[in-house]
């Protein structure tokens, strides 16, 4: 069973930026479409970024022109480079496999963006 494991979250001012990176325990990142999902207080977790294993990406459009998702490969790493944080932004963050499966939800990293 492949484990993920989130980190880099925290509390930013808007305007902000933070970099989550996401360890796995083995090379899923090359095989497998992968992604970062949000869930914010009182909302249904959603995809907001997507690497596809011929390294295409997609963004939701709330997110385009200041996330950008990558991944390393030789280190069985994902990350989520974040800029131009605003308060919308605060949730949750989880990697999983696109479709997400149900086994590889981690504990996910907070990011909070407040003044």
């Known amino acids: 069973q492949v484990q993920l494991v989130e980190s880099g979250g925290g509390l930013v001012e808007p305007g902000g930026s933070l970099r989550l990176s996401c360890l796995a325990s083995?090379?899923?990142?090359?095989?497998?479409?992968v992604g970062w999902y949000r869930q914010a207080p009182g909302k249904q977790r959603e995809l907001v970024a997507t690497i596809n294993s011929d390294g295409s990406t997609n963004l939701v459009d709330s997110v385009k022109g200041r996330f950008t998702i990558s991944r390393d490969n030789a280190k069985n790493t994902m990350y989520l480079q974040m800029n131009g944080l605003k308060p919308e932004d605060t949730a949750v963050y989880y990697c999983?496999?696109?479709?997400?499966?149900?086994?590889?939800w981690g504990q996910g990293t907070q990011v909070t963006v407040s003044s």
């Open positions: 999983n496999s696109v479709p997400w499966y149900v086994g590889y």
């Open positions: 083995d090379s899923i990142f090359s095989r497998k479409a």
